[in-house]
Structure formats: structure tokens, C-alpha cells
């Protein structure tokens, strides 16, 4: 079983810049697991923002961030990331990691989750 830990969350004005982190221990070989972000706000469902392959090569973003958010991984510290830029104040949320076999949207299909981060932008 694969444990995630999310970092880098905070507070930001409008227009600025965060990178979340995901620290994976445990489980298989990291590079094996899909990693996706996924945010969610209060009275609302766990929303996909964006997701990466295990080597990398397919990766997928909702549309809402397409263009100001970078997701990427690094296997070798067992770490995905999540730069986002151009933050906006719909973007504040609880941002999570999660992993899967596959690269997917829905969350439904991940078996493991981490924590969670909280995003504030203030405007």
C-alpha cells in the first residue's frame, strides 16, 4: 500500500504562483503508479485537475487549468508535482494526490489518496 503526503500549499494573491509536492512511500515501484491532483471545496465533488503516467508520457489537465498549471514527477524521489501559475480565486481548494494504475480523470478510479493541501488565493 502506497502512502502520499501533499505539501506547498498556502495563501496567494491572484496572479501568483504555487508548487504542491506529493511524497510517495510504500507500495510498488513508484514509476508503476499514475499520479493525479485532484481539488475539492466545500459541498462540492472531488474535482480532476490534472494527471500523469508512470514514465511520464501521458499526462492530461482539466480545462479550467490547461495553460497555467505544470504537473511532472520525478522517480527518483518518489515525488509528483504540481506547478500552478496564474492562480485565480476559483482555484482556492483543498488540493489532493492521488495514485492509480492508469492515467484517468475520474476519481472514482484511484486507489490511493493522500491528505490534502489547502490552496488559498485571495483577491
Known amino acids: 500500500q502506497v502512502q502520499l503526503v501533499e505539501s506547498g500549499g498556502g495563501l496567494v494573491q491572484a496572479g501568483g504562483s504555487l508548487r504542491l509536492s506529493c511524497a510517495a512511500s510504500?507500495?510498488?515501484?513508484?514509476?508503476?503508479?499514475?499520479m493525479g491532483w485532484f481539488r475539492q471545496t466545500p459541498g462540492k465533488e472531488r474535482e480532476f485537475v490534472a494527471a500523469i503516467s508512470g514514465n511520464g508520457g501521458t499526462i492530461r489537465y482539466a480545462d479550467s487549468v490547461k495553460g497555467r498549471f505544470t504537473i511532472s514527477r520525478d522517480n527518483a524521489k518518489n515525488t509528483v508535482y504540481l506547478q500552478m501559475n496564474g492562480l485565480k480565486p476559483e482555484d482556492t481548494a483543498l488540493y489532493y494526490c492521488a495514485a492509480n494504475a492508469v492515467v484517468t480523470t475520474n476519481p472514482w478510479h484511484y486507489d490511493y489518496w493522500g491528505q490534502g493541501t489547502q490552496v488559498t488565493v485571495s483577491s
Open positions: 510504500g507500495g510498488r515501484t513508484f514509476s508503476s503508479y499514475a
